[in-house]
């Protein structure tokens, strides 16, 4: 973490899954950081 920016590394077994996780870590963000205003920015790595 630095004072801008939070860093997550998730895997996943597929896509669909991936989506998901990035729903549910989205939801979760803005409901405890709800009086800041968030940008998330996904990016996806190649293995």
């Known amino acids: 973490a630095k004072d801008t920016a939070l860093t997550f590394n998730c895997e996943s077994d597929g896509e669909d899954n991936m989506k998901i996780m990035q ?4 939801s979760h963000l803005e409901r405890f950081a709800w009086r800041e205003e968030l940008k ?8």
Do not use: M
């Not at 729903?23 to 989205?26: A, G, R």
């Open 40 to 47: 998330l920015q996904w990016q996806t790595a190649s293995s």
């Open 23 to 26: 729903e549910v870590i989205s």
